[in-house]
């Protein structure tokens, strides 16, 4: 393998096994604790099982049939610390360094092995574990181009393949020939902007045409009950004719060797976290607010922004931000009239949002951009202190403090767009913030709605104001067109 024109014919299994290859690397000399991901990795390339491993397959999979070609997709859904990140490691790996894909490259082409993950520190460990495992093989690494380098630079290997590890942006693949896709964590990929599981899944896929078995490879613990990973496992799971494989398996199957009385204590302390971190259990705590679906609607045929009619009434809000990580947004809305047989629509006609800015300055762009719209007051949040009251009176505009908490904000803006009566933007940050949304039941039967850690909601929190206030707003109906709606 030291001339970068020979690529061995060697199955997975066997270079894992093999003393001289994947057998250096020291997670590797004992493969006692790994036989079940070795199941796995027979499942994943189509490699012959005995009837034991054809059991545990069964177990995992819900299938009777093991796979007679490589799977093209799969989604691992696989308990906390059971070895994800670095059996994700070896999977890329093996895949740079044990496959000819110069016939399918145009000159001056690379392969590419993309591994992305839920943010820099995961990506850095996931990259660690890639060049451990190149340094203790002599003959991967003889491959690698380059002196080593601390970031997360590409690692370029001399067979015209490329490991790239990085975050889960949908950016960072398009356009590149992509012989092997590994999504590190899925469940938990809290992304800004337009770049969630799926945009990113759409984004690889078109890069894998032109490499035959090229494999996406999802593979998380499990979280709430949303995402590709929650729908690969609900939709596929146990049908031996699904095109997408799936396996599903706690911590204590994967990975033997932990430590059993830390589940047990985890299941004391937190039952619905430990069930879904350990188990093979959602959070049972946890759900979306939003269905995809219904998002999917209320933005279809949608602009980005809508500008100002006349004769309509127009309301605004804002979500202050005094600076960091969060957005200081605005969102203007308006019902629609009317009519004697149909309930008033709502629409989101505008939502901007500014970082890291000056406050007066913001104030003073809000203040230019609701001017148009004839609105001289905005609604916002009760919880941020008086300098909102302050920064917007001196921009001339009345500042008014809601009455009502976030989450039930969110609560009346649900049946708004559950019976589709509020129309959304073509915006992929407000859609984004919208689908992250999390619903908690909480005290007193009051549930409690919010983003994730890590993530934000001021775009959707600015446009869900808006929307409830221009339905409080709407001008109220008579008795003649309720009669109306009850005859038709």
């Known amino acids: 393998m030291t001339d970068p024109g020979a690529f061995p014919t060697i199955d997975v299994v066997t270079a894992l096994e093999d003393p001289n290859l994947f057998g250096l690397v020291p997670k590797f ?31 995992h999979t819900g299938r009777t049939a093991p796979p007679s070609q490589p799977v093209q997709k799969v989604f691992i859904a696989s308990g906390r610390r059971s070895g994800k990140t670095f059996m994700s490691a070896l999977i890329a790996v093996y895949l740079a360094t044990f496959r000819d894909y110069r016939p399918y490259l145009t000159a001056g082409e690379r392969a590419k092995i993309l591994c992305l993950a839920t943010d820099r520190d995961q990506a850095g460990l996931l990259l660690g574990y890639i060049r451990g495992i190149l340094e203790a093989v002599p003959l991967f690494a003889a491959l690698v181009e380059g002196a080593r380098d601390a970031t997360l ?10 490991i790239k590890v990085s975050t889960c942006s949908y950016r960072a693949v398009r356009g590149q020939t992509i012989a092997g896709a590994i999504l590190d964590e899925l469940a938990f990929w809290r992304v800004e902007g337009a770049n969630p599981d799926r945009e990113v899944l759409r984004a690889i896929e078109p890069g894998t045409g032109t490499i035959p078995h090229a494999p996406i490879i999802g593979i998380s613990s499990r979280y709430a009950r949303s ?3 929650y729908e690969a496992l609900r939709d596929h799971h146990g049908k031996d004719d699904a095109r997408i494989l799936t396996w ?32 093979e259990t959602w959070r049972q705590d ?43 947004t605005v969102s203007v809305a308006h019902a629609e009239p009317a009519t004697r047989t149909e309930a008033p629509r709502v629409q989101v ?44 009176r001196r921009a001339g505009i009345q500042y008014i403090r809601a009455t009502l908490p976030k989450s039930q904000i969110y609560m009346e803006f649900l049946p708004l767009a559950n019976t589709k009566r509020v129309a ?17 039941p909480g ?42 709606m009850l005859a038709s």
């Open 248 to 279: 599903s398996a706690g911590t204590e199957d994967m990975n033997p060797t932990f430590p059993a009385w830390k589940i047990a204590e985890a299941r004391v302390d937190d039952p619905s976290g430990a069930a879904s971190e350990y188990g």
């Open 349 to 392: 006609d505008l939502v901007r949002g500014w970082t890291q800015a000056d406050v007066e300055n913001t104030v003073q762009q809000i203040k230019s951009t609701l001017t148009p719209y004839g609105i001289t007051a905005v609604v916002g949040d009760y919880y941020a202190g008086e300098w909102p009251s302050a920064a917007f």
């Open 443 to 484: 005290r007193e039967g009051k549930d409690t709605v919010d983003h994730p850690s890590g993530a934000h909601d001021d775009y959707a929190n600015a446009a869900a104001l808006a929307a409830v206030l221009a339905d409080r707003a709407k001008p109220p109906r008579s008795v003649e067109d309720f009669r109306h």
């Open 153 to 162: 630079a590409p690692i370029d290997l001399a067979n015209r393949v490329t």
């Open 29 to 59: 000399h004992d493969l006692s604790s790994w036989q079940r991901w070795i199941v796995l990795l027979r499942a994943l390339f189509a490699l012959p099982m005995s009837p034991e491993d054809v059991a545990i397959y069964a177990q």
């Open 286 to 328: 946890l759900e979306s607010f939003l269905s995809v679906l219904v998002l999917a609607e209320l933005r279809r045929g949608q602009p980005s922004e809508r500008a100002p009619q006349p004769g309509l009434r127009y309301v605004a809000a804002v979500d202050p931000s005094g600076g960091g990580a969060d957005a200081f």
């Open 424 to 440: 959304l933007l073509d915006h992929d940050v407000l859609i984004n913030e919208f689908e992250r949304l999390e619903r908690k």
């Open 227 to 229: 995402g590709l990973l």
